[in-house]
Structures are given as structure tokens and as C-alpha cells.
């Protein structure tokens, strides 16, 4: 069992590092888009708020459920001989399996039965906040080893209470953090109530105290960030892929820690209906130079 308490902050800092990153595109559709209470249960859900269902999406059983999406990705980034301590998963989108806490489903898959919870309605700061949550459980002394699920289906069963936008593919990110190896986290910045013209001036503000004059910096933008990818703001740009405003980001630092290539990975998305900025860093340089010889 985990015992989650204050930091012991006499403990030496313990830098948290990823070490693995699965992503992985989801075809088909779980059997719970056929379940009839799914009915039921989302006209239970969005009557207060005076929301149409989707009839035809209802009818037609269409969706995902995280649990099945998420236990091949925890197959592939987890190993037996590696038990992990706490698992987050972050999403927007609504699940489709009723009844369960799906994150304490995934426990039972994950090595370890870690301690776990989920993040959501933050749109896409929702996987950011859950990074920092394990930065600050790894600070613990406590959490060894953490694994952050980013996973979203591209179905809405009800219309919008506004803008909002959905997903083109189920998608999903698996990243394993763990105090040994891989790229160090080196800044996880996020900031509240950012409207659309005073993106690119805090962005530049936050590169400029995460980058500290480096040249080896490659940025990944989310696609609510998508229009500043010519802005000028690093050498080299990464946009993520149409289609996954929430997994977005992600999938492309999974492709580029993949690559492991040396330098700072500065990653960033914005939500312009929720006002969230989001900004973190992975320095690959950095984890090596801490390694022992």
C-alpha cells in the first residue's frame, strides 16, 4: 500500500526523469459503446445543464473505453522487475465504461498495484498538471518510479456547452518517470486565465528562463499553439498532429525522446477555452551528465 504524506524536505532533491514513451493510435470501438445504460447515464449526466444527446452516435455505438486503451500501452511501458509506485491518468473526454474508476482499474495491470488517480476537466493542462503532481510525489522520497497515461477517444455522445474540440482518432501516450536515466525535467510551468493575445509574449518569457541562452532547444507546440510555429521562437519546431488536442503534444515528445537525441525538449499547448498555458522542459544532456561514470 502507498502512504502519501508531507515531503521530507531535508531529503536530497530527487530529479524526476523519463525513461520510456509508448504512444499508440486506437482503431475500432469498445464493446460499452452498445451498453444501453450508457444511454441512461449520460442523460442522467447533462440534463442540468439542458444538453441534446447524440442520438445517431448512440445508435451507431461508437467510442472507447480507457481501460481497454490504456492496458496495452501500461504493457508496453511497464516491466515486472519494475514496480511503479504512482500512476496518473489525464484526459477530457468522457469514458465509456460506467460503474468503474478507471483509474484504480489500471492499478491492477500496472507493476507495483501503484497508488492512482485521474486528472481531467482541464482540457489540455490536464496532462501537465499530472506531471507535476509526480514531480511533487517523486520529491516525496516516497515515489520511485511513476507512470502518466495521456489518453483521449474521439467521441462526444452529447453536444457541447461551447467551443470544444474533438478529437479525430482514440489516441493515447504512456510515459514512465522514474529517478534514473532518460531525460530530466527540468521546468513545469503553468499559468491561469491566459487569453489568446498574451500567448506568445509568456511563452517567449517562459522559453527564455527554461532555455537560459542553450541553442541545442527544440520546442514542441500543442495545436492550440499551433499558429505561432513560425513566430520565431526556437530554431527547431515541432507542431503536434491535427486531430489529438489532448494527447497532441505528447504523442510528438514521445516521438522525440524515441529519437533520443541530446538536448532541451521545451513542450508547450495552450487552451483558449479554458485559458490554461502550459510549458515544461526534458533535458537529455543534462541526465547524462548526472549519470555515474
Do not use: K
Amino acid at each position: 500500500m502507498f502512504n502519501a504524506g508531507p515531503a521530507d524536505l531535508t531529503a536530497p532533491e530527487r530529479p524526476l526523469r523519463v525513461t520510456r514513451a509508448v504512444r499508440r493510435v486506437f482503431d475500432g470501438r469498445s464493446d460499452t459503446a452498445l451498453d444501453p445504460e450508457l444511454r441512461i447515464f449520460l442523460s442522467d449526466m447533462v440534463r442540468p445543464y439542458g444538453l441534446a444527446l447524440r442520438e445517431d452516435l448512440l445508435t451507431a455505438g461508437v467510442g472507447h473505453s480507457y481501460g481497454e486503451m490504456a492496458a496495452p500501452l501500461i504493457a508496453e511501458a511497464t516491466s515486472a522487475d519494475e514496480p511503479v509506485d504512482v500512476l496518473v491518468l489525464a484526459f477530457a473526454m468522457h469514458d465509456l465504461r460506467l460503474g468503474r474508476a478507471t483509474s484504480v482499474y489500471l492499478s491492477n495491470l500496472c507493476p507495483g498495484g501503484p497508488m492512482a488517480f485521474a486528472v481531467c476537466d482541464q482540457g489540455s493542462a490536464a496532462a501537465f498538471t499530472a506531471l507535476r503532481l509526480i514531480r511533487e510525489y517523486s520529491r516525496s522520497g516516497a515515489c520511485r518510479r511513476a507512470l502518466l497515461l495521456v489518453l483521449e477517444q474521439s467521441v462526444l455522445h452529447y453536444e457541447p456547452a461551447g467551443p470544444a474540440e474533438i478529437p479525430a482518432r482514440h489516441a493515447g501516450v504512456a510515459l514512465l518517470c522514474d529517478d534514473a536515466g532518460g531525460a530530466a525535467l527540468s521546468g513545469a510551468r503553468q499559468h491561469a486565465d491566459v487569453a489568446v493575445g498574451q500567448v506568445a509574449t509568456l511563452l517567449a518569457e517562459d522559453l527564455g528562463a527554461l532555455t537560459a541562452g542553450r541553442t541545442d532547444v527544440t520546442l514542441i507546440l500543442g495545436g492550440g499553439l499551433a499558429a505561432l510555429a513560425d513566430a520565431g521562437l526556437a530554431e527547431r519546431v515541432r507542431i503536434a498532429p491535427e486531430g489529438q488536442p489532448y494527447t497532441g503534444v505528447w504523442w510528438e515528445l514521445a516521438g522525440a525522446l524515441d529519437h533520443d537525441d541530446p538536448g532541451l525538449t521545451v513542450f508547450a499547448d495552450h487552451d483558449p477555452n479554458l485559458r490554461y498555458l502550459c510549458v515544461s522542459a526534458l533535458d537529455t544532456v543534462a541526465a547524462r551528465q548526472e549519470q555515474p561514470a
